[in-house]
């Protein structure tokens, strides 16, 4: 019987020809087992996404643990010495996944040994290749953790700072980067070169010239002699691929010093690759070797949409605070009239403006815009940090107001409580966080709405809530304890239309920004 690839799912068909592509550069198979002891990812928790992780107990009583990662499997195992290794997967892996554990699909490529910038150049073509296979038009784009951290050393911040302030640059959200930098006191020039860099989107020839007037030490000066370098191989692999840059993407800095990269294919929501130069991973197993590698999620393929129109697809918060976002859109010169036409319609487009707008509850704003079910979206803070989507937050636009408060009657006092605090709120994560950060462990009760009367019907000691005007907790005889966040809503893009539509949300981003 002849055999036809076609036979084959598309998750299939992508692993049988990058399997190919990768044979064919010299890179031979690595099989490993589905399970590893639990100690070895115990010790690497940064390295890994999530530290949720699959667990049992083996023969002989030592905890096992369903694979979650494939990298460091071959870390260990891995000879020093004696060459350059080039090994490539097909495994699956145990991971998270919301509320459930998955079981995903990923192939991926390791060079382990001495890594030079042919070695660095043929890995990114790779990585082009890998995209190309998957599905069209893709992007890859490439950041450099070595110039992050040049710069990073040149204040004096605690990890937890670094871990602040790296977050606001992944999601690209300079008000709050200029906001917390400024907290912590640091200086201008640090300031504007850490928003500079965060910003910055473009090939290695466009960005270079910023680079280089940013570079304060060593450490920078050689991320970009490296950039220039790579930018050259891959211009002479006759690759057509140009060296594009984006310094938003960053990873853990106690194992990633190098380049760093991500790959998307249009239609598909979120980074399908990943990869980078991961060298302080070997030092902290002994080892001497460099490394650089990839992985490419291959389940992702199932949530590929096919490619629509050009038009923007923008969700709205339903009530107030859409109606008053949708008027600064409109302002911004991106107006639809049909928007106040009395009707139960949900969807609206202005084609001249090559904008569609939908409303959705608030609380799902993030959802849309991460799934990209959207491309933008206006959500509050609120719902951001109690989601953490992971999606771009360009703008603060300043609407809807207000602040995130633990509030209590005038009565209470948490002295000689003898026993847990009770926290009634509608955000347990913005509660669970902020007391973690205090030390404190509290016993959450989650509701819905009208947290008011949780402290006055004995429900719960405080409440972690919005307040706006101050209102609603007057009213209950409750007061304001302490603020944790100032709130307001944002403006937020999906990070793969970011990538496939960044002229036109460039562009909306700017007229909006106009008028803040
Ligand atoms: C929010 C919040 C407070 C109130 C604060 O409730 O949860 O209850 O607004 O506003 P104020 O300070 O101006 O009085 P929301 O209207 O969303 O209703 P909810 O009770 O269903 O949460």
């Given at each position: 019987?002849?055999?036809?690839?076609?036979?084959?799912?598309?998750?299939?068909?992508?692993?049988?020809?990058?399997?190919?592509?990768?044979?064919?550069?010299?890179?031979?198979?690595?099989?490993?087992?589905?399970?590893?002891?639990?100690?070895?990812?115990?010790?690497?928790?940064?390295?890994?996404?999530?530290?949720?992780?699959?667990?049992?107990?083996?023969?002989?009583?030592?905890?096992?643990?369903?694979?979650?990662?494939?990298?460091?499997?071959?870390?260990?195992?891995?000879?020093?010495?004696?060459?350059?290794q080039k090994l490539y997967y097909n495994e699956n892996v145990y991971r998270p996944d919301g509320f459930e554990f998955k079981e995903q699909m990923q192939v991926g490529?390791?060079?382990?040994?001495?890594?030079?910038?042919?070695?660095?150049?043929?890995?990114?073509?790779?990585?082009?290749?890998?995209?190309?296979?998957l599905g069209e038009p893709i992007k890859l784009y490439v950041s450099h953790m070595g110039f992050i951290s040049g710069l990073l050393n040149t204040e004096d911040l605690?990890?937890?700072?670094?871990?602040?302030v790296l977050l606001r640059v992944s999601e690209k959200n300079i008000s709050e980067l200029k906001r917390i930098c400024s907290g912590y006191g640091l200086n201008e020039?640090?300031?504007?070169?850490?928003?500079?860099?965060?910003?910055?989107?473009?090939?290695?020839?466009?960005?270079?010239?910023?680079?280089?007037?940013?570079?304060?030490?060593?450490?920078?000066?050689?991320?970009?002699?490296?950039?220039?370098?790579?930018?050259?191989?891959?211009?002479?692999?006759?690759?057509?691929?140009?060296?594009?840059?984006?310094?938003?993407?960053?990873?853990?800095?106690?194992?990633?010093?190098?380049?760093?990269?991500?790959?998307?294919?249009?239609?598909?929501?979120?980074?399908?690759?990943?990869?980078?130069?991961?060298?302080?991973?070997?030092?902290?197993?002994?080892?001497?070797?460099?490394?650089?590698?990839?992985?490419?999620?291959?389940?992702?393929?199932?949530?590929?949409?096919?490619?629509?129109?050009?038009?923007?697809?923008?969700?709205?918060?339903?009530?107030?605070?859409?109606?008053?976002?949708?008027?600064?859109?409109?302002?911004?010169?991106?107006?639809?009239?049909?928007?106040?036409?009395?009707?139960?319609?949900?969807?609206?487009?202005?084609?001249?403006?090559?904008?569609?707008?939908?409303?959705?509850?608030?609380?799902?704003?993030?959802?849309?815009?991460?799934?990209?079910?959207?491309?933008?979206?206006?959500?509050?803070?609120?719902?951001?940090?109690?989601?953490?989507?992971?999606?771009?937050?360009?703008?603060?636009?300043?609407?809807?107001?207000?602040?995130?408060?633990?509030?209590?009657?005038?009565?209470?006092?948490?002295?000689?409580?003898?026993?847990?605090?009770?926290?009634?709120?509608?955000?347990?994560?913005?509660?669970?966080?902020?007391?973690?950060?205090?030390?404190?462990?509290?016993?959450?009760?989650?509701?819905?709405?009208?947290?008011?009367?949780?402290?006055?019907?004995?429900?719960?000691?405080?409440?972690?809530?919005?307040?706006?005007?101050?209102?609603?907790?007057?009213?209950?005889?409750?007061?304001?304890?302490?603020?944790?966040?100032?709130?307001?809503?944002?403006?937020?893009?999906?990070?793969?239309?970011?990538?496939?539509?960044?002229?036109?949300?460039?562009?909306?981003?700017?007229?909006?920004?106009?008028?803040?």
């Open positions: 019987m002849d055999f036809s690839i076609d036979v084959l799912r598309s998750g299939e068909q992508a692993t049988m020809r990058l399997r190919a592509l990768y044979r064919q550069f010299g890179y031979s198979e690595y099989r490993m087992s589905r399970f590893e002891e639990y100690e070895l990812y115990a010790d690497n928790k940064a390295f890994l996404k999530s530290g949720d992780i699959i667990t049992f107990t083996g023969a002989g009583g030592k905890l096992m643990a369903l694979r979650p990662d494939v990298t460091l499997s071959i870390v260990k195992s891995t000879k020093d010495g004696g060459g350059l490529l390791e060079c382990i040994g001495e890594i030079d910038t042919a070695i660095m150049g043929e890995v990114l073509l790779l990585a082009q290749r890998s995209l190309a296979i605690t990890s937890e700072q670094t871990g602040e020039g640090f300031i504007q070169s850490i928003t500079t860099l965060t910003g910055l989107h473009g090939s290695y020839e466009e960005v270079a010239g910023q680079l280089r007037s940013m570079s304060v030490n060593a450490a920078m000066d050689s991320a970009i002699e490296e950039l220039e370098q790579l930018s050259g191989v891959l211009s002479k692999l006759g690759a057509l691929m140009k060296l594009n840059l984006d310094f938003s993407i960053v990873n853990d800095l106690s194992y990633y010093s190098g380049i760093i990269f991500q790959g998307y294919v249009r239609g598909i929501p979120t980074k399908i690759l990943s990869g980078g130069r991961y060298d302080k991973l070997l030092r902290k197993f002994g080892k001497r070797s460099g490394a650089i590698g990839f992985a490419v999620y291959l389940d992702l393929l199932e949530r590929q949409a096919a490619a629509t129109d050009q038009m923007l697809n923008i969700a709205l918060p339903k009530g107030r605070l859409g109606e008053a976002a949708y008027g600064v859109f409109e302002k911004a010169g991106y107006g639809c009239p049909a928007i106040y036409e009395e009707s139960r319609k949900l969807v609206f487009e202005s084609p001249e403006h090559g904008v569609r707008y939908f409303w959705v509850k608030p609380s799902d704003v993030p959802i849309y815009v991460e799934r990209g079910a959207a491309d933008i979206g206006v959500a509050g803070k609120d719902i951001l940090l109690e989601h953490s989507p992971d999606v771009y937050e360009l703008l603060d636009l300043g609407l809807g107001k207000c602040r995130m408060c633990v509030a209590a009657e005038k009565t209470f006092s948490p002295e000689n409580l003898g026993r847990t605090l009770r926290v009634a709120t509608k955000f347990p994560n913005i509660a669970r966080s902020y007391y973690d950060r205090q030390g404190h462990g509290i016993d959450i009760i989650s509701l819905n709405g009208s947290i008011e009367l949780a402290p006055l019907l004995g429900l719960s000691d405080v409440i972690v809530d919005i307040v706006e005007s101050g209102k609603t907790l007057l009213e209950n005889d409750l007061e304001p304890v302490e603020t944790i966040v100032d709130i307001s809503a944002r403006l937020i893009a999906n990070k793969a239309s970011y990538k496939f539509s960044h002229g036109a949300v460039s562009k909306l981003c700017r007229e909006i920004a106009k008028l803040l």
